[in-house]
């Protein structure tokens, strides 16, 4: 599904628009010109139907040169190995995450508490893919045309990654670190923390993102920014921020 000249949607489940496995997260494709990137891989339960969305959209799955996974959580990393294998791209994740990944760590990335909980079928796995790529907030690198900075927002999970591309507009590709009307995703497992929301939730000012993109539910393609000045808002108060959703309210995602 082509969202701008930059940005075709590949994946996405019943968190989105129905185009894939009913677990994947939002799975979008950059149309850098020479260079392809995936922004996240989905669950892993039904990679074949991504691979064809790729092909369908007129790419080659050979040109897709980067994974950019934005958290490890299984909807959006449990398909990283099989797309790595089916295109030679390179994972790109934050450091703090990547030994996760590596690893296929089910604690760590709170898989098991999430299969216990019934959001994952009872023969889950994640598999372990290996990294290329460890992020640091502020790195930058190219895909093809696009510049891309990496932007680290821990809150959701220890070590979420958000992705400021530059095309033909500004687009911020959140994860579910940041949702559209400013939502944060606060989860009651390992990783998420409503401090460190609270200490980093200052990154998403003055962004002037034109298109947020998150990993789930709503996309925007113009005035992405007044979502996250929403969310620095929501955090100057006192009181519990009145922003927050978990995977038993209006969004079913890990
Ligand atoms: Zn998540």
Redesign the pocket.
């Known amino acids: 599904m082509k969202l701008t000249e930059d940005v075709h949607l590949v994946g996405s489940g019943s968190a989105g628009v129905g185009l894939t496995h009913e677990l994947d997260c939002h799975v979008y494709l950059l149309d850098g010109g020479e260079e392809l990137a995936l922004v996240d891989a989905g669950a892993g339960l039904d990679v074949d139907d991504i691979l064809r969305n790729v092909e369908a959209e007129g790419f080659r799955p050979q040109d897709v040169r980067y994974i950019l996974i934005t958290?490890a959580?299984g909807?959006?990393i449990g398909g990283a190995a099989a797309l790595k294998e089916a295109t030679g791209a390179r994972v790109a994740i934050s450091e703090v995450e990547a030994p996760f990944l590596r690893e296929g760590d089910e604690e760590a990335t709170a898989l098991a508490q999430a299969r216990e909980d019934g959001y994952y079928p009872p023969n889950y796995r994640l598999r372990p893919c290996p990294v290329d790529m460890e992020l640091k907030h502020g790195d930058e690198f190219e895909v093809g045309k696009l510049r891309v900075r990496g932007i680290h927002l821990p809150g959701?999970?220890k070590g979420s990654m958000l992705y400021l591309v530059d095309g033909e507009r500004r687009y911020l590709f959140s994860?579910?670190a940041i949702f559209f009307g400013g939502v944060i995703?606060l989860?009651n497992c390992v990783g998420s923390s409503l401090e460190d929301y609270r200490e980093n939730i200052w990154k998403l000012k003055g962004l002037n993102v034109d298109a947020l993109m998150p990993?789930h539910l709503n996309f925007c393609l113009s005035g992405g920014q007044r979502h996250l000045d929403a969310a620095v808002e929501a955090f100057k108060g006192i009181g519990v921020p009145t922003n927050l959703i978990g995977r038993h309210g209006l969004i079913m995602?890990?």
């Open positions: 958290h959580h909807d959006h959701h999970s994860g579910d995703s989860l990993g995602s890990q």
